[in-house]
């Protein structure tokens, strides 16, 4: 049995969610009583990392180290990838859950293989000799196990949802350079242009944020929210936002957490005024700590919180923030 | 530009937790007498193609599987300005899985011919998999881009807004393409409008069935690939919560401050 991962890498770095991935793998190999876990590394000037993923878990890397692979464009990956399924016939493959190979290349190839998927699992496991992927449906309403038959067993891995392995410099793998023909591949459909966002959300992003506060619909009006701001200040903390705060344009939808937004899991998660709909706690459930200040004892966000508060929010923040600043 | 918008109708979303119930035996949800609303993502991809229209002075036609019960979502995006509606109905189809529901929209898409951006929900309201867009661009051939929340026609092509962590990307593609829809703040949904609404009601919906579309049904679906719910159950979530109290507000925001620091959360 062999299982691939995907890491596509910068020269810089290797993302945490390829990382969470290769745990993942390993914890399937660890499963099934063994099974060797390769990683395909793709990106230009990433060779250097392939011993890294040896020590996080990989047994053996193939690298595809090219310019052309500089920006990630998603039909030259999928196209690497293609050649490279053929080449190695993994019998699992698991992608990271990012918006690049778990989104966009993972489901086509999964069409050219002809072959099942189950995509943005947060969990796995082996019984009677299947593998039974798990994820959150149904808005995060229900969980499901599902099993992808096929040529090859895909599946695509949510960020968070394993660890990364401890780096074991003790760990010996195979490192290989794997020939893959660019030259028949071209963007389809380039990236041409990158706005950054330059506005006093820069810098409080909540992808994997340690403290994260979060204002809803009870913030009243876009002054109200300011509050969220302010007190995501005094903790240095990320600012996020329910879907009524997000279509109210308080927040940039980037910041939103929720099903439609982005799953969050920080160590402290600060709700105010969110009534804590299903639909939004799929999205902060998996925190750490939840503190959730709500004037209302009976809003929905009570059963999930670990931490509650109840009363306005006006009658709160101003000493909350003034008492951080006393330290 | 004539955009088309394959939509997906999901029981409402907003059926609150205590309501919604999972058949075992079925292994999805209980359809009860909760309403069938048109997929969020769905909805906001026809607010994306509607803002085409608007831009290219083009055209918007929405495209969706299902039974009679889909015809209220078809006269919603009809008074929401879509100009054509048409539902595919089959009952070979019923159970087609995501292989099996691409292979169908692409037959419906190759019947309408002259399309020049298929738009599809980024993932459905339901199991969510978020397969049958790519799958689609697959079958048909078309340069596909994914969460993509904006479209603007540039020179003879498109360019398109995906956010993503620092802000946005843009991104650039010659037509017919394909493309997934998530929400951000370009593309809240319009109401239908009241007047809208007794329109579409008066609007012819072509129907289409297998044969109309020349598929064979023995054929649908991959024999070699099945995605299978093996398991469907709703978690349990009980969480002990510790209530901070206090006589005043500024007394339960002292008391949190200090039960945060002894927790040693900041």
Same mark, same amino acid.
């Given at each position: 049995?062999? %299982?691939?991962?995907?890491c596509?890498?910068?020269?810089?770095? %290797?993302?945490?969610?390829s990382?969470?991935?290769?745990?993942?793998?390993?914890? $399937?190999?660890?499963?099934?009583?063994?099974g060797?876990?390769?990683?395909?590394?793709?990106g230009? &000037?990433?060779?250097?990392?392939?011993?890294?993923?040896?020590?996080?878990?990989?047994?053996?890397v193939?690298?595809?180290?090219?310019?052309?692979l500089?920006?990630?464009?998603?039909?030259?990956?999928?196209?690497?990838?293609?050649?490279?399924?053929d080449?190695?016939? @993994?019998?699992?493959?698991?992608?990271?859950?990012?918006?690049?190979?778990?989104?966009? !290349? +993972?489901?086509?190839?999964?069409?050219?293989?002809?072959?099942?998927?189950?995509?943005?699992c947060?969990?796995?496991?082996?019984?009677?000799?299947?593998?039974?992927?798990?994820?959150?449906v149904?808005?995060?309403?229900?969980?499901?196990?599902?099993?992808?038959t096929?040529?090859?067993?895909?599946?695509?891995?949510?960020a968070?949802?394993?660890?990364?392995?401890?780096?074991?410099?003790? /760990?010996?793998?195979?490192?290989?350079?794997?020939d893959?023909?660019?030259?028949?591949?071209?963007?389809?459909?380039?990236v041409?242009?990158?706005?950054?966002?330059?506005d006093?959300?820069?810098?409080?992003? %909540?992808?994997?944020?340690?403290?994260?506060?979060?204002?809803?619909?009870?913030?009243?009006?876009?002054e109200?929210?300011e509050?969220v701001?302010?007190?995501a200040?005094?903790?240095?903390?990320?600012?996020?936002?329910?879907?009524?705060?997000?279509?109210?344009?308080?927040?940039?939808?980037?910041?939103?957490v929720?099903?439609?937004g982005?799953?969050?899991?920080?160590?402290?998660?600060?709700?105010?005024?969110?009534?804590?709909?299903?639909?939004?706690?799929?999205?902060?459930?998996?925190?750490?700590?939840?503190?959730?200040?709500?004037?209302?004892?009976?809003a929905?966000?009570?059963?999930?919180?670990?931490?509650g508060?109840?009363?306005?929010w006006?009658?709160?923040?101003?000493?909350?923030?003034?008492?951080l600043?006393?330290? | 530009?004539?955009?088309?918008?394959c939509?997906?109708?999901?029981?409402?979303?907003?059926?609150?937790?205590?309501?919604f119930e999972i058949?075992?035996?079925?292994?999805?949800?209980?359809?009860?007498t909760?309403?069938?609303?048109?997929?969020?993502?769905?909805?906001?991809?026809?607010?994306?193609?509607?803002?085409?229209?608007?831009?290219?002075?083009?055209?918007?036609? !929405?495209?969706t599987? &299902?039974?009679?019960?889909?015809?209220?979502?078809l006269?919603?995006?009809?008074?929401?300005?879509?100009?054509?509606?048409? /539902? *595919?109905?089959?009952?070979?189809?019923?159970?087609?899985?995501?292989?099996?529901?691409?292979? %169908?929209?692409?037959?419906?898409?190759?019947?309408?011919?002259?399309?020049?951006?298929?738009?599809?929900?980024?993932? +459905? &309201?339901?199991?969510?998999?978020?397969?049958?867009?790519?799958?689609?661009?697959e079958?048909?051939?078309?340069?596909?881009?994914?969460?993509?929340?904006?479209?603007?026609?540039?020179?003879?092509?498109? /360019?398109? /807004?995906?956010p993503?962590?620092?802000?946005?990307?843009?991104?650039?593609a010659?037509?017919? $393409?394909?493309?997934?829809?998530?929400?951000?703040?370009s593309?809240?949904?319009?109401y +239908?409008?009241?007047r809208?609404?007794? +329109?579409?009601?008066?609007a012819?919906? @072509?129907?289409?069935?297998?044969?109309d579309?020349? *598929?064979?049904?023995?054929?649908?679906?991959?024999?070699?690939?099945q995605?299978m719910?093996d398991?469907?159950?709703? @978690?349990?979530?009980?969480?002990e919560?510790?209530?901070i109290?206090?006589?005043?507000?500024a007394?339960?925001?002292?008391?949190?401050?200090?039960?945060?620091?002894?927790?040693?959360?900041?």
């Open positions: 049995m062999s %299982i691939l991962t995907l596509t890498a910068s020269s810089e770095e %290797i993302p945490p969610v990382l969470e991935a290769l745990a993942a793998a390993r914890n $399937l190999s660890d499963q099934l009583g063994g060797d876990v390769q990683t395909l590394l793709v230009s &000037g990433v060779a250097d990392h392939a011993s890294a993923l040896i020590h996080r878990g990989a047994d053996s193939f690298v595809v180290d090219d310019p052309k500089e920006d990630h464009q998603a039909e030259l990956i999928l196209g690497t990838v293609e050649q490279a399924v080449q190695l016939s @993994p019998d699992v493959v698991v992608f990271p859950h990012d918006h690049l190979s778990g989104g966009h !290349v +993972a489901p086509r190839l999964a069409r050219r293989l002809k072959t099942g998927i189950v995509t943005d947060t969990g796995l496991e082996v019984r009677d000799g299947n593998i039974r992927w798990l994820r959150p149904y808005g995060g309403k229900a969980v499901a196990y599902m099993i992808a096929g040529p090859v067993q895909m599946a695509t891995m949510r968070l949802a394993f660890e990364p392995l401890e780096p074991d410099a003790s /760990r010996e793998g195979v490192v290989e350079t794997l893959i023909n660019l030259d028949a591949l071209s963007a389809q459909v380039p041409v242009d990158q706005i950054v966002e330059e006093e959300f820069a810098g409080r992003s %909540i992808d994997r944020a340690d403290i994260i506060v979060s204002g809803g619909r009870g913030m009243g009006d876009e109200g929210f509050n701001k302010k007190l200040e005094a903790l240095d903390a990320a600012i996020g936002g329910s879907r009524p705060a997000a279509d109210s344009g308080w927040v940039p939808h980037s910041h939103l929720g099903q439609t982005k799953i969050v899991a920080p160590q402290l998660y600060i709700a105010i005024g969110i009534s804590g709909a299903p639909q939004h706690m799929s999205g902060a459930g998996s925190s750490k700590t939840i503190v959730a200040i709500n004037k209302d004892e009976d929905p966000i009570f059963k999930a919180a670990h931490v508060v109840v009363e306005e006006e009658n709160i923040i101003p000493t909350l923030i003034e008492e600043k006393k330290e | 530009m004539h955009t088309v918008v939509m997906k109708q999901v029981i409402d979303p907003e059926v609150p937790p205590h309501l058949d075992p035996e079925e292994m999805k949800q209980v359809r009860g909760h309403p069938l609303v048109i997929g969020q993502y769905s909805e906001v991809a026809i607010e994306v193609a509607l803002q085409l229209k608007e831009k290219t002075d083009g055209k918007a036609t !929405v495209l599987m &299902g039974d009679e019960d889909t015809v209220e979502s006269h919603q995006a009809l008074a929401m300005g879509v100009d054509q509606a048409i /539902r *595919i109905t089959d009952p070979a189809f019923e159970d087609a899985d995501a292989f099996g529901r691409a292979h %169908i929209l692409a037959a419906a898409l190759h019947k309408i011919e002259d399309f020049d951006v298929v738009l599809c929900g980024r993932q +459905a &309201g339901d199991i969510e998999l978020g397969l049958v867009g790519p799958f689609l661009a079958e048909l051939e078309l340069p596909c881009a994914t969460i993509i929340a904006n479209i603007d026609p540039h020179n003879g092509k498109v /360019r398109m /807004r995906r993503v962590d620092i802000g946005y990307e843009i991104l650039e010659s037509p017919p $393409l394909l493309a997934t829809i998530t929400n951000d703040e593309n809240v949904p319009r +239908a409008s009241v809208g609404m007794l +329109a579409a009601r008066r012819e919906i @072509p129907v289409w069935s297998a044969d579309l020349g *598929i064979d049904t023995s054929q649908l679906g991959l024999s070699s690939a995605i719910m398991e469907i159950f709703i @978690p349990e979530t009980h969480v919560i510790e209530i109290g206090g006589e005043t507000g007394n339960k925001a002292r008391n949190l401050v200090d039960h945060l620091r002894e927790e040693g959360l900041i």
